[in-house]
């Protein structure tokens, strides 16, 4: 079983990929400061909780509703999803690695 010292240094890795997936496919490779407030606050997020959160912890935050403001319409779908599949490959499993061994 990893430490969580080591499954936090993986979600940093996993939150800096999304964060370049996102930054090419919704804001044409441009920073945005709040993609990166949303990382940061996902980071916390699970840290403070220990991994135990939902998709819908995600998508409540305030950083995610200030990104999704500043997404393109064509792109909030797009956005929303990318954030249940971040979920769901990465955290998920996470927390059922540090919940069950």
Do not use: A, W
């Not at 940093?12 to 990382?39: A, H, M, P, T, W």
């Not at 998508?59 to 979920?87: A, I, R």
């Amino acid at each position: 079983m990893q430490n969580l010292d080591e499954l936090f240094e993986n979600l940093n890795e996993f939150v800096k990929n999304f964060e370049i997936l996102i930054q090419k496919n919704v804001f044409n490779n441009q920073y945005n400061d709040s993609l990166r407030n949303f990382g940061n606050d996902i980071i916390s997020l699970c840290k403070s909780k220990r991994f135990n959160i939902t998709s819908n912890d995600l998508l409540s935050l305030d950083s995610f509703n200030e990104l999704f403001t500043k997404t393109n319409v064509s792109s909030k779908g797009y956005l929303v999803s990318q954030v249940e599949n971040f979920y769901t490959e990465v955290i998920e499993p996470t927390k059922d690695e540090y919940y069950h061994n």
